[in-house]
């Protein structure tokens, strides 16, 4: 996943406003609030930034 850190550190959690980090070992961002806890995933190196598209933690 080709995710540059300033991007990564605008981006969040469309659901809760809380930040996004890459989720280790998958091109997906993770949501920080652990109450949240939706994943989202990266295509061609594009967040999908859709509550829809999410899968729970």
Not at 26 to 52: F, K, Q, S, W
Request: aromatic share 4%; with cysteine; glycine share 4%.
């Amino acid at each position: 996943m080709k995710i540059d850190t300033w991007l990564l550190e605008i981006l969040a959690c469309p659901n809760c406003r809380s930040a996004l980090r890459p989720a280790d070992g998958a091109d997906e961002l993770e949501c920080t609030n652990a109450e949240c806890g939706l994943i989202y995933p990266v295509r061609d190196d594009i967040p999908v930034l859709l509550v829809d598209e999410a899968r729970k933690r």
